[in-house]
């Protein structure tokens, strides 16, 4: 509000101080995306949601809307706004990229259909919370359980061998959000609904919980120059994943996909103003295969480990 009160007054003096004239030249359009990215975001997330629950919208029809939605938002800003150019996919990239896709898709529907059914038995008829309570509690508890199993997965020898697909590409962008082994994110989903179901929240809190995790989780993986300030401390976002997916094991904690809490709690929170990732990857490349070698990445996890 400062910088555009001094910009307004400027019009009116003849003069204008060097220091007046460099806080104007901030006001850009580029600043101005930088700083409205996320909150459009997590405001367009919010209004479906509540629309969806008011209208009573078809939830199966609602959650791919959006992400295709949040899919093409984000990779508009990759173009406007890039953190790194190089990180751009290339015209092959897009097509393995496209492949992944459908494979965690297809991974995220059988999580999906399985724990569905158990929400419905699961879940009570009356919840015991008002839904705008509710849905806080379902946040957390499934965001401490995606924690907990994101974390398990860099450490468990078999589940890295599954999740390690996700870390191949040298580069972070919204595109390869959806490298993955279709195993990996079955466990993952899968888990973080299943806690869900048997902590017996309803059919709504986990929808909305739902789709604000879609967004978070493609938001977070964008190649878009965003800095979130003192909401790093909060909520999850690309500052911080770039680091999870560092090459360096110092920078590389940030488990937390949607909220960055746990993080901070259980001491994996590296994040600091400026932090940029030494490089991204694998510190062992060979130890996996190429992003464009799709099968021979899906049939990883029961080949022999080499040595």
Known sequence: MEEFEQSASSEIEPTTSLAST???????????????AYPVLFLTTLSVAMAALRYRWDPTRVSPLLLIGIVTYLVILERLIPYERDWRPRADEWRWYGVYFLLTMAGGALAQGLVTAAVGVLSPAE?????????????????????????????HTWL?????????????????????????????QGCVQLTLALAGFSRESVFVVGLFVVAQGFFIHANIDVRMGWLNHALAGPEQHRLHHSTALSQAGHYGSDLAVWDHLFGSFTWRPGSRPVAVGLRDPASFPGTGEILAAQLHPWRRAKG
Do not use: F, M
Request: aromatic share 4%; charged share 10%; glycine share 6%.
């Open 160 to 188: 890295w061998r599954l999740h390690g697909v996700h870390h191949v590409p040298q580069k972070v962008n919204v595109a390869n959000n959806g490298v993955n082994h279709i195993l990996d994110i079955v466990i993952e």
């Open 127 to 155: 919840p015991a919370l008002a839904l705008w309570q509710e849905i806080p509690c379902a946040l957390l508890s499934g965001s401490l359980a995606g924690y907990l199993v994101h974390r398990l997965a860099h450490t």
């Open 22 to 36: 460099k806080r104007i030249s901030v006001i850009s359009p580029g600043s101005v995306l930088r700083a409205t």
